[in-house]
């Protein structure tokens, strides 16, 4: 059963810069797997960040990007502020319909 | 304004059935792909199921497959999920969202499902 890999926790600096990676257990991310970011405070529905690799949601800042690197998609995040401080979950389509969401990154901002 | 509202949610014995609503608004409902995700206590997001616009085709994660029921209405721009033998584990928040490049795009707020004795 292929997993979604995901950081458990990540931190920044308020104005640094970070990225969040999505791998595979088993083979490389593409933009076949049209990965999608996004996310999620504690008691809140997610929030979509950014679908088909790159592409930003209605009403995303372009502080938050997507892009692949190397085997693993990847979100970054630039000038974090407070509010950045989230969980962010990822999600590939595996083909036939299936998608798996990775297990999310807790980031914190300090 | 794009709006989708879960409800159904509650608490069921195990073995139980409970049937999740979402209701669609501001948009063409009828042009979208919808999923439902959930998300345990504590723990992470979880995609459940996905429907086609016109409902030919339909998916599901292995854990509910044979006992899950995704359906839609588009006269009504209502999506379900009817959820049948219902596990100690399928408690959760499930969330209805519209599908948009290959991904989940508007979400709901969520419907608590409690599955206990």
Redesign the interface.
């Known amino acids: 059963q292929t997993v979604v890999t995901q950081e458990p926790s990540f931190s920044v600096s308020p104005g640094g810069t970070v990225t969040l990676t999505c791998g595979l257990s088993s083979g490389s991310v593409s933009s076949s797997n049209y990965p999608s970011w996004y996310q999620q405070t504690p008691g809140q529905a997610p929030r979509t960040l950014i679908y088909s690799t790159n592409t930003r949601s209605s009403g995303v800042p372009d502080r938050f990007s997507g892009s692949i690197l190397g085997n693993k998609a990847a979100l970054t995040i630039t000038g974090a502020q407070a509010d950045d401080e989230s969980d962010y979950y990822c999600v590939l389509y595996m083909g036939g319909g299936i998608y798996v969401f990775g297990g999310g990154t807790k980031l914190t901002v300090l | 304004e794009v709006q989708l509202v879960e409800s159904g949610g509650g608490l069921v014995q195990p073995g139980g059935s409970l049937r999740l609503s979402c209701a669609a608004s501001g948009f063409t409902f009828s042009s979208y792909w919808m999923?439902w995700?959930r998300q345990a206590p504590g723990k992470?997001?979880?995609?459940v199921a996905?429907i086609k616009q016109d409902g030919t085709?339909?998916?599901y994660?292995d854990s509910v497959r044979g006992r899950f029921t995704i359906s839609r209405d588009n006269a009504k721009n209502s999506l379900f999920l009817q959820m049948n033998s219902l596990r100690a584990e399928d408690t959760a928040v499930y969330?209805c969202a519209s599908m948009?490049?290959?991904?989940?795009?508007?979400?709901?707020?969520?419907t608590t499902v409690t599955v206990s004795s």
């Open positions: 999923s995700v992470g997001l979880e995609w996905n085709e339909k998916y994660v969330y948009r490049g290959g991904a989940m795009d508007v979400w709901g707020q969520g």
